[in-house]
């Protein structure tokens, strides 16, 4: 599996004290809440949710455990960053993007229809992986377009978090994982009573006479056997 893990180029620290000015915030849709903004930009409540159910399936199919759905906010804002400091890319071509996919169904063994049962199992539709797939593409665009200039992945990302304005609506987090049940397998509700073991039928002679029926006396009521030893 493609991990999609962000690998970004270290900006020049001269040009990296120039904060560049905060792009126009975009509008919300009433449909679609952000769960999160990054300078102004807003990550929506389905945008997230997907990205979550989609790490999911690649995940499963990889073999590996899928991250938390914080996990996935997390690298969405880093993504954002990211195509945020680098400049305008051209987006990827369909055959670029059906390659990648490609590349990743041949590393997790599987057949493109193996892939979309997987999605359909969480209510996703393939053109979801192709959403995926493309912005991973973008990504990585937006990384070779930054100046590399020494130091890690980690320290860039410190910094540039520091410095941007990152809002999280954890409320509106809580309210998309309610909408998307997929995201939170929630533990399974008995649909009836466990059966309680029963005893097998039978017949006895009582010690004054007469007989004594199990399956009579339980008619009456709960029964207690208790079973003694024969002495003498």
């Keep these: 599996m493609v991990v999609l893990v962000l ?58 455990p899928a991250p938390a759905p914080e996990e996935t906010l997390d690298r969405l804002i880093n993504e954002a960053l990211v195509v945020q400091a680098a400049p305008a890319q051209e987006m ?10 490609a590349a990743l169904e041949a590393s997790w063994g599987v057949g493109d229809g193996q892939v979309v049962a997987a999605l359909a199992a969480v209510g996703l539709e393939r053109e979801a992986l192709v959403r995926a797939v493309t912005r991973l593409l973008v990504v990585q665009r937006a990384q070779g377009a930054l100046e590399v200039e020494g130091g890690s992945t980690e320290e860039w990302l410190a910094w540039e978090r520091g410095r941007a304005q990152i809002v ?57 056997l208790v079973f003694f030893h024969r002495c003498g």
């Design 92 to 101: 990827p071509t369909d055959e670029e993007v059906e390659a990648q996919i």
């Design 168 to 224: 999280i609506y954890r409320e509106r987090m809580q309210a998309a994982l309610s909408l998307w049940p997929s995201i939170v397998s929630p533990l399974p509700t008995p649909t009836s009573e466990p059966a309680r073991p029963s005893a097998l039928d039978f017949t006895l002679e009582r010690a004054g006479g007469g007989t004594f029926a199990l399956s009579d006396r339980l008619a009456q009521g709960p029964v207690v």
């Design 7 to 64: 690998v970004v180029a270290v900006l020049s620290r001269e040009a990296a004290r120039i904060a560049p000015p905060p792009p126009t915030p975009a509008p919300t849709s009433p449909v679609d809440p952000a769960v999160a903004t990054v300078n102004g930009q807003p990550i929506g409540q389905n945008f997230w949710a997907e990205a979550v159910l989609v790490d999911q399936v690649m995940s499963g199919l990889a073999g590996v």
